[in-house]
């Protein structure tokens, strides 16, 4: 089965640009997570879809980060305008039941 | 809010011994426990996954829980340098009373495996 894919790989925005990412999950897989893993921690929950419903976007930025799952498929993610600390890998995860599989991730640099 | 902890090391083992990575979690009401590796540079991939008090193995990786002292672990036997990599403990997330899938992550454990 093919995997949850992300693009791009890498982006290098200045602070205060906009930046976009993109997932397409697992075919199949109704829930979809975007995660921030920042430098030396562990990944943490940015939001959560249930089809293209939001079930958790508590930790979500919301003055400068956006999500949308249009059709309950695809993903964006987007943060306008960019912040230095903005820098990290942002990892979008699908899952059917329980475990989580995840793409390979989008390194984005604020300079 | 839910916390799980592991030692960030590095933690390292020569080539052939048994690694050791520990993971405690806050939440007495856990059920599910997820160990992933994560190379350098890449996502996290699942490993192992444990739902019950004891031991679970497979093939050189075997995970224990233990719920009364809310730990989990994960044994690497026979590790080689391969096996170099992060790992990462995880616990289900909730959205008030709900469990909802997301996964609370500790800091991750850098293991190195020398030749």
């Known amino acids: 089965e093919a995997g949850v894919a992300q693009s791009p790989r890498y982006k290098i925005i200045e602070k205060r640009q906009s930046v976009a990412f993109w997932c397409n999950p697992i075919?199949?897989?109704?829930?979809l997570y975007w995660y921030q893993q920042i430098l030396g921690q562990g990944p943490k929950l940015l939001i959560q879809?249930?089809?293209?419903?939001?079930?958790?976007d508590s930790q979500l930025p919301k003055d400068r980060f956006s999500a949308e799952r249009l059709k309950g498929v695809d993903s964006t993610l987007k943060i306008q305008p960019a912040k230095l600390e903005d820098s990290a890998v942002y990892l979008c995860?699908?899952?059917?039941?329980?475990?989580?599989?995840f793409g390979s991730g989008t390194r984005l640099t604020v300079v | 809010q839910k916390e799980v902890e592991q030692n960030s090391g590095p933690l390292s083992v020569p080539e052939g011994a048994i690694a050791s990575l520990n993971c405690t979690y806050s939440?007495?009401?856990?059920?599910?426990f997820f160990w992933y590796r994560q190379y350098s540079g890449k996502s996290p991939e699942l490993i192992m996954s444990?739902?019950?008090?004891g031991d679970k193995e497979d093939g050189r990786f075997t995970a224990q829980l233990n719920k009364a002292s809310q730990y989990v672990s994960l044994l690497i036997r026979d590790s080689q340098p391969s096996d170099s990599a992060t790992y990462l403990c995880?616990?289900?997330?909730?959205?008030?009373?709900?469990?909802?899938?997301?996964?609370?992550f500790g800091q991750g454990t850098t293991l190195q495996v020398k030749p």
């Open positions: 444990i739902y019950s008090n």
């Open positions: 939440d007495r009401g856990s059920q599910s």
């Open positions: 995860a699908s899952s059917f039941i329980r475990e989580s599989t």
């Open positions: 995880a616990v289900p997330g909730t959205y008030g009373s709900s469990n909802t899938g997301k996964l609370i």
């Open positions: 075919s199949g897989h109704a829930t």
């Open positions: 879809f249930q089809n293209n419903g939001v079930v958790d």
